[in-house]
């Protein structure tokens, strides 16, 4: 490659990069819908196995997807709605435990001056605003009813995902295909591998961390529900949907966990059970979920991992924290090629 050529392809990405960043919230519906054509891509070539075309393939996981995402909305929107409002009406007990127990405790075990946290103003003005909405559908629907505009906009953003991705599952192979067709010749080949080592990091992020995070979401809800958790469902939904940050999940979980439990029971007796369900939790991930679900075909540090996930959410905001480890497992595939490039090259063993 001149040095010309590396100059339009360091003038390329940084201008793609620019683009990204200007049509973010263009760009959302899109990237939603692209992960969910991912996800349905493998179900969509099986069922073409089985003599179907393409588009009635499609048709079949399509409804499927819709079938599975209502009855979602349907048994756990209330269920979530109903225990986000009971968190907020016991707001009051947690920050009353706050200061009764655990500041004085930590006062008198290292001798600290911590004044006691004074929230009561802050929990009244959520609490009366929450009232108000109505619940979590009254609340989003308060927030995007100030002008026809923003309506139009939100509605337009979900009536795309769908949209699009029907579209790109029916199409997929074909743009695929197509991709191939305009690469030079020469470099076919070389690239026609690096996308097949894309494909299969990314399938075992995208659809592999998917599962893990709503197998992981499951178990910790019936675990905290069987610990007799009030909010058993928004806590342990919560931990599984951050998982995808190695530790993340299992620490914010747990961490709310204990304290509903201390605020709820009172007794710290009441932990045990706690503690072990998120054991198990991690157990199952570490041993059986992960390995089976997502191998070891990404292979990024978690450190790695925090920070690509934070860098993507300040530079691009949610869009880059939804992006964030599908491009950087495509850079790791890169750096590896380059890895490999380097130790074979004559810089490298020239003695």
Same mark, same amino acid.
């Given at each position: 490659?001149?040095?010309?050529?590396?100059?339009? #392809?360091?003038?390329?990405?940084?201008?793609s990069?620019w683009?990204?960043?200007?049509?973010?919230?263009v760009?959302m519906?899109?990237?939603?819908?692209?992960?969910?054509?991912?996800?349905?891509?493998?179900?969509?070539?099986?069922?073409?196995?089985?003599?179907?075309?393409? /588009?009635?393939?499609? $048709?079949?996981?399509?409804?499927?997807?819709?079938?599975? &995402?209502?009855?979602?909305?349907l048994?756990?929107?209330?269920?979530?709605?109903?225990? +986000?409002?009971?968190?907020?009406?016991?707001?009051?007990?947690? +920050?009353?435990?706050?200061?009764?127990?655990?500041? *004085?405790?930590?006062?008198?075990?290292? !001798?600290?001056?911590?004044?006691?946290?004074?929230?009561?103003?802050?929990?009244?003005?959520?609490?009366? !605003?929450?009232?108000?909405?109505?619940?979590?559908?009254? /609340?989003?629907?308060?927030?995007?009813? !100030?002008?026809? %505009? +923003?309506?139009?906009?939100?509605?337009?953003?979900?009536? $795309?995902? *769908? #949209?699009?991705?029907?579209?790109?599952?029916?199409?997929?192979?074909?743009?695929?295909?197509?991709?191939?067709?305009?690469?030079?010749?020469?470099?076919?080949p070389?690239?026609?591998?690096?996308?097949?080592?894309?494909?299969?990091?990314?399938?075992?992020?995208?659809?592999?961390?998917?599962?893990?995070?709503?197998?992981?979401?499951g178990i910790?809800?019936?675990? @905290?529900?069987?610990? %007799?958790?009030?909010?058993?469902?928004?806590?342990?939904?919560?931990?599984?949907?951050?998982? &995808?940050?190695?530790?993340?999940?299992?620490?914010?979980?747990?961490?709310?966990?204990?304290?509903?439990?201390?605020?709820? &029971? !009172?007794?710290?007796?009441?932990?045990?059970? #706690?503690?072990?369900?998120?054991?198990?939790?991690?157990? @199952?991930?570490g041993?059986?979920?992960? *390995?089976?679900?997502?191998?070891?075909?990404?292979?990024?540090? *978690?450190?790695?991992?925090?920070?690509?996930?934070?860098?993507?959410?300040?530079?691009?905001?949610?869009?880059?924290?939804?992006?964030?480890?599908?491009?950087?497992? +495509?850079?790791?595939?890169?750096?590896?090629?380059?890895?490999?490039?380097?130790?074979?090259?004559?810089?490298? %063993?020239?003695?």
């Open positions: 490659m001149t040095d010309s050529q590396k100059w339009l #392809v360091f003038a390329f990405i940084s201008g990069a683009l990204v960043y200007l049509l973010a919230p760009l519906p899109f990237a939603f819908a692209a992960m969910l054509a991912y996800l349905g891509d493998p179900l969509t070539d099986k069922l073409e196995t089985y003599q179907l075309s393409r /588009t009635k393939a499609v $048709l079949v996981v399509f409804s499927v997807m819709t079938l599975v &995402f209502v009855l979602v909305l048994l756990l929107v209330p269920l979530l709605e109903y225990q +986000v409002e009971h968190f907020v009406s016991n707001l009051p007990a947690y +920050v009353a435990w706050l200061n009764e127990t655990v500041i *004085p405790w930590t006062q008198r075990r290292f !001798h600290l001056g911590i004044r006691p946290v004074n929230l009561n103003q802050i929990i009244n003005l959520v609490k009366s !605003h929450w009232e108000q909405a109505g619940g979590i559908a009254a /609340t989003l629907m308060s927030s995007v009813s !100030h002008s026809g %505009g +923003v309506i139009a906009e939100w509605l337009m953003n979900l009536l $795309l995902i *769908p #949209v699009v991705t029907f579209y790109l599952l029916r199409d997929w192979d074909g743009l695929i295909a197509k991709v191939h067709d305009l690469l030079p010749r020469r470099v076919a070389t690239a026609t591998k690096l996308a097949g080592e894309v494909d299969t990091v990314l399938a075992a992020f995208v659809r592999g961390q998917f599962y893990v995070m709503l197998a992981l979401g910790y809800s019936i675990g @905290l529900w069987m610990a %007799g958790l009030d909010v058993a469902l928004l806590i342990g939904m919560l931990a599984g949907l951050v998982s &995808f940050v190695p530790y993340l999940g299992s620490i914010v979980g747990i961490v709310m966990a204990c304290v509903a439990a201390l605020v709820q &029971f !009172h007794e710290l007796i009441q932990l045990v059970p #706690v503690a072990i369900v998120f054991i198990i939790g991690q157990s @199952l991930e041993m059986v979920l992960t *390995p089976m679900l997502v191998g070891d075909k990404i292979g990024l540090h *978690p450190v790695a991992v925090m920070f690509a996930v934070l860098a993507g959410g300040q530079l691009f905001g949610f869009l880059g924290i939804l992006l964030a480890l599908p491009v950087a497992s +495509v850079i790791m595939v890169l750096l590896r090629h380059m890895h490999d490039l380097y130790r074979y090259s004559d810089f490298y %063993g020239r003695q």
